[in-house]
C-alpha cells in the first residue's frame, strides 16, 4: 500500500483545514487508518483512527471534538477534517495503514505503511 497525504497549509487559529490521503492497492478496505503528526523537536504522537469499515473511530484526548476522521473505501481516501484549529496542532501529519483493528493501529508500532507528511501551520 502507498499513501499520500496532502491538504496542509497555512491556517490561523480558529480555522480549519481538511487533510486527504490517498491509497494505492485493492485492499485498502482491509486496512485501519490512522493520522500521526509530528512536532519539531517533539516525537510522532497519535492523532486520530478509523477502522477498516469505518464503524470505528478513536481520537486523542487533544484533538477530541475538534477533528473528525472518516473514509472512502470507494475512492482509497482517508480524510481529517480539522476544526477549531490551536497553533499547538502545528505539524507534519502522516498516514498510515495498518492490518490491526483499533486498539493495535493507535500505536505507531501497530502501523505497517507510512505517507510522506503534510504540513500543517496554524498561526496564532
Known amino acids: 500500500v502507498q499513501l499520500q497525504a496532502f491538504g496542509g497549509g497555512l491556517v490561523q487559529a480558529g480555522g480549519s483545514l481538511r487533510l486527504s490521503c490517498a491509497a494505492s492497492?485493492?485492499?485498502?478496505?482491509?486496512?485501519?487508518m490512522g493520522w500521526f503528526r509530528q512536532a519539531p523537536g517533539k516525537e510522532r504522537e497519535f492523532v486520530a483512527a478509523?477502522?477498516?469499515?469505518?464503524?470505528?473511530?478513536y481520537y486523542a484526548d487533544s484533538v477530541k471534538g475538534r477533528f473528525t476522521i472518516s473514509r472512502d473505501n470507494a475512492k482509497n481516501t482517508v480524510y481529517l477534517q480539522m476544526n477549531s484549529l490551536k497553533p499547538e496542532d502545528t505539524a507534519v501529519y502522516y498516514c498510515?495503514?495498518?492490518?490491526?483493528?483499533?486498539?493495535?493501529?493507535?500505536?505507531?508500532?501497530?502501523?505497517?505503511?507510512w505517507g510522506k507528511g503534510t504540513q500543517v501551520t496554524v498561526s496564532s
Open positions: 478509523i477502522s477498516w469499515s469505518g464503524g470505528s473511530t
Open positions: 498510515a495503514a495498518g492490518r490491526g483493528g483499533i486498539a493495535t493501529v493507535i500505536k505507531l508500532s501497530g502501523m505497517d505503511y
Open positions: 492497492g485493492r485492499t485498502f478496505s482491509s486496512y485501519s
